[in-house]
């Protein structure tokens, strides 16, 4: 059974976002015990990547920061070996294909065992290109958590049919960023692909609110927040930790105190 898999059936998830060494390395430490504190289930921490074709510019943004203070993959690696000091909240990456290829699949995917990095979202990974990845994946007990749009249409099926950790439910088209409006058809997709699976849902891009979040998790089996956490790290900087905290918890008790509602 999937370790992610297993965190979805104490009750509804919520999966924060944070970029890995922005604002720096110590910050981003704390950001992710103040996450867990606050009550995360699952923290989504970002490679920093030079193209994210899924990130939108408070993202892209952030990476820079990133970038500014010479992050690399190591450096990523190394903030979740100091994280792991403090906290066991489970941790997946938002990750690139390139940056995983270059590292070296074996290499990559065994650190992160080593770490307890239970996941890895790539939005670039193709379907078809899975297989030259998930068997090394499954190997060290690492979900290769996919994605599902509004535009997946018959791929729906052959992707919830091979998924495993949790299915990552694009809320819209478009990229990663705040938003009021979202996919008019979302529980409907959710329900389609709930006929072919098991694997658990979560919905993610653009949700920035208590409310949003609150109907979301009405809808699916979680929720992922990302550029609303990461426009706080900007504005609140090394003061982040508290900032993120306190917005987590509020996020918390929204997400427990889900309600079913049709969304526009």
Known sequence: MSKLADVFKKHKVFIPFIVADDPDFETTVKNVVALAKGGADIVELGIPFSDPVADGPVIQAADLRAFAANVRTKTVFDIVEAARKETTVPIVFLTYLNIVFKYGYEAFLKRC????????????????????????????????????????????????????????????????????????????????????????????????????????????????????????????????????????????????????????
Request: charged content about 25%; hydrophobic content about 45%.
């Open 113 to 264: 065992a080593d770490l307890n990095v239970a996941g890895l979202v790539i939005p670039d990974l193709p379907y078809e290109s899975r297989d030259e990845i998930v068997p090394i994946a499954e190997k060290y007990g690492i979900d290769i958590i996919p994605l599902i749009t509004p535009t997946s249409g018959h791929r729906i099926e052959k992707i919830a049919k091979r998924a495993s950790g949790f299915i990552y439910v694009v809320s819209s088209m478009g990229i990663t960023g705040e938003r009021d409006e979202f996919f008019a058809g979302l529980k409907a997709l959710v329900t389609e692909i709930k006929q072919y699976t098991n694997v658990p849902t979560a919905i993610g891009f653009g949700i920035h609110t208590p409310e949003q979040a609150q109907t979301m998790a009405g809808i699916a089996d979680g929720v992922i927040i990302g550029s609303a956490i990461v426009d706080l790290v900007a504005k609140e900087k090394q003061q982040a930790p508290a900032a993120i905290e306190k917005f987590t918890k509020q996020i918390r008790v929204a997400v427990d105190a889900k309600k079913q509602v049709s969304v526009k």
